[in-house]
């Protein structure tokens, strides 16, 4: 299973991203999954959007914790947030700079 977090702030299409990786995968005959974490915050507070890909049924339900890949939309969030907490040894991170 690969394992995908996206950190970014509201309004800059963290939820859309998990959301196109997952029906790409699907499309490609792939199990995949996404979903958002985020309170009712206003635009501009952090978000937090998850993507999992597999070819087998994806039973999981909970966050992403141990991430393959982490997305950063935002570069400030490393100042408020831990965005490589938990990242697997030889992950890939990309950053939107």
């Known amino acids: ?3 995908v977090r996206i950190h970014g702030r509201g309004g800059q299409g963290v939820v859309s991203a998990a959301e196109m990786m997952s029906t790409a995968a699907f499309l490609e ?3 995949a999954q ?3 974490s985020f309170g009712s915050e206003r635009t ?3 978000v937090v959007s998850y993507c999992r890909i597999d070819d087998k049924e ?3 339900r909970e966050p992403i914790l141990d991430p393959d890949a982490v997305i950063i939309q935002d570069p ?3 100042q ?3 965005v490589f907490q938990g990242l697997a040894p030889g ?3 990309l950053i939107n700079s």
Request: glycine share 12%; hydrophobic share 60%; net charge neutral.
């Open 1 to 3: 299973m690969f394992q």
């Open 29 to 31: 005959g792939m199990h």
């Open 34 to 36: 996404a979903f958002p």
């Open 44 to 46: 501009g507070a952090p």
């Open 58 to 60: 994806i039973r999981l």
């Open 76 to 78: 400030t969030l490393f």
């Open 80 to 82: 408020a947030l831990d």
């Open 91 to 93: 992950g890939f991170v």
